[in-house]
């Protein structure tokens, strides 16, 4: 099977029964991408497929091969953080930093919802949308945080929307 | 996971083709997988619909929507179409699940999704629907979250989804392939089954029907709503919800359709509750006596039978706000 993953091409024979999680992690030694539940719970193994978020433990591998698939491996380097890992830094967006793959990876996603003008649950009007805390939190559930990092995680993403806006 | 062949039909046609006991469609994935790597679901095959040309909406000559059976959750919800004609449906989408799992998840999984009941997802539990003749370990056990109508002695299940609640109040219909290559119209009121004594048969579909579309008649005028109440503000299954159209005129209630969620083994949708509020004028009293009516038959299993009185009072209160 060949993959696009991060801009680069990947050729793996896994189990047809393997996850996009797993393939990442266990086959291509992608280990940014964190297992927490392997059942579309916590968000920790988010990632984005052609730009859009996705929880990769519920999708088989097989099923992306035409895909653009990008982790947080294909965000930033160390020298050259993504704008997000650099807002989760300065904020201390995080405790153990095992939910952050998955947090940043939803954050980017989520940012590009917003910019589509797609609205959430918590939006007053299915029209013009207006950002606000209230909205990152919904548009952020499914990321859970064990450590309850949440104040910050807001704080980080609030930055980076009020830069981008 | 039990080990599987896979197929990636580039057509309808050929999807259909691959009818078998134990053959399923995997679509975006995420409650087939979900209960596969708990062995709940074991298919022998399986035919993936992802890459299938059904991920388009397009407006019907008579004024309503065509849905592709493909049109991830998050499209639907963010089309400017139904956010601004069918708001109910937007709304109900929104409140479902998470961002990651609206991208992922499609309109016909959706439908086709499972109950939460914890014991089916157990499979160390008696479950007539998983295990059909086993028993069932939610009477007498756990069951919170489940039905409080058209249960059986076999199965209290719920439906847990959002999405199908709003799809029943605006009289949807499910267009579907048969393998024998038939189309078939089938309104989403005669969609789903009561469990009676096989709790594992959910829907009219035959083994390896395919869903190809979701048709929307023309929209209606008036507000509309969907209110969830759960356990949390967010990415919870509901305990109750309303899926609500309503128009008033001249100071009496016009249309009234409502279906609502979490009470039964499908979207639950009861015509003598309408038929209770049209011609009268909005009142307490007046949504108090058509929540009487629905719940006339409610009964409830021991954890979940605070349903009944949630019900009644969130049924109150979205009538006041779609008469206000
Ligand atoms: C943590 C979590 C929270 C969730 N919360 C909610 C919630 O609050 N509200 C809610 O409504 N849902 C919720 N869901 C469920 C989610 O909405 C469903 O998993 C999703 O809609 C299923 O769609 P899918 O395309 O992924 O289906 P799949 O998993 O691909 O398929 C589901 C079933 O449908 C069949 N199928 C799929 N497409 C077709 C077709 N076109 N024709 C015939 N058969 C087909 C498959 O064979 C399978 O049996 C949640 C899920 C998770 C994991
Ligand atoms: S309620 Fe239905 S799904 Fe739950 S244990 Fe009983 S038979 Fe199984
Ligand atoms: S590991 Fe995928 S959502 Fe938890
Ligand atoms: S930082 Fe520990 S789980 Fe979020």
């Not at chain 1, 009007?125 to 559930?141: A, C, P, Q, Y």
């Not at chain 2, 062995?39 to 299938?52: A, F, G, H, M, Y």
């Not at chain 2, 059976?69 to 929104?94: G, H, I, Q």
Request: glycine share 10%; charged share 20%; proline share 5%.
């Amino acid at each position: 099977m060949h993959f696009t993953i991060n801009g680069t091409a990947y050729t793996a024979e896994p189990d047809i029964r393997t996850s996009l999680l797993d393939l990442l992690r266990e086959h291509l030694g992608l280990t940014g991408s964190k297992k927490g539940c392997d059942h579309g719970q916590c968000g920790a193994c988010t990632v984005l497929v052609n730009g859009r978020r996705i929880n990769s433990c519920l999708s088989l591998a097989v099923m992306h091969q035409d895909d653009e698939i990008t982790t947080i491996e294909g965000l930033g380097t160390p020298e050259d953080l993504h704008p997000l890992q650099a807002a989760f830094v300065k904020h201390d967006g995080y405790q153990c930093g095992y939910c952050t793959p998955g947090q940043i990876c939803s954050a980017v996603g989520m940012l590009d919802e917003v910019k589509k003008g797609w609205p959430s649950h918590v939006s007053e009007t299915l029209g013009d949308v207006e950002f606000n805390d209230g909205e990152i939190s919904e548009r952020m559930s499914g990321n859970l945080c064990r450590c309850a990092a949440y104040p910050n995680i807001v704080d980080a993403i609030r930055d980076v929307a009020e830069a981008k806006a | 996971m039990k080990t599987f062949t896979y197929e990636k039909p580039a057509s309808v046609e050929e999807a259909v083709g691959f009818v078998g006991a134990g053959t399923r469609f995997i679509a975006g994935g995420t409650n087939l997988l979900d209960l596969m790597k708990l062995q709940v679901e074991t298919p022998d095959k399986l035919v993936d619909i992802s890459r299938l040309d059904l991920a388009k909406i397009e407006d019907t000559d008579n004024g309503g929507l065509l849905i592709g059976a493909l049109v991830p959750n998050s499209d639907l919800a963010a089309d400017t179409r139904v956010r601004e004609k069918y708001e109910v449906l937007s709304r109900a989408l929104l409140a479902g699940a998470s961002g990651q799992l609206r991208n992922k998840a499609t309109t016909g999984g959706n439908l086709l999704q499972r109950t939460r009941c914890y014991y089916f997802y157990d499979p160390a539990m008696a479950c007539n629907k998983r295990t059909p003749g086993s028993g069932c370990s939610a009477i007498g056990g756990y069951n919170r979250i489940l039905a409080i109508l058209g249960a059986s002695d076999s199965c209290i299940a719920t439906h847990p989804g959002d999405m199908p609640v709003a799809m029943r109040a605006l009289d949807a219909t499910i267009i579907t392939l048969t393998p024998g290559g038939d189309r078939r119209r089938i309104s989403i009121h005669d969609f789903y089954r009561l469990p009676g004594d096989t709790p594992e048969i959910e829907t009219v579909l035959e083994p390896g029907e395919l869903i190809t579309h979701v048709e929307l008649p023309a929209p209606v005028a008036g507000k509309q709503l969907y209110r969830k109440v759960r356990d949390r503000a967010s990415y919870a299954f509901a305990l109750v919800s309303v899926a609500g159209l309503v128009s008033v005129e001249n100071g009496k209630i016009a249309t009234a359709q409502l279906a609502f969620g979490g009470l039964g083994p499908m979207p639950w949708r009861d015509s003598r509750v309408e038929e209770a509020l049209i011609g009268m004028a909005p009142s307490d009293e007046v949504f108090a006596a058509a929540a009487d009516i629905l719940l006339a038959d409610a009964q409830g299993y021991g954890s979940n039978d605070f349903k009944i009185p949630l019900m009644k009072r969130t049924l109150i209160a979205c009538l006041r706000e779609l008469t206000a």
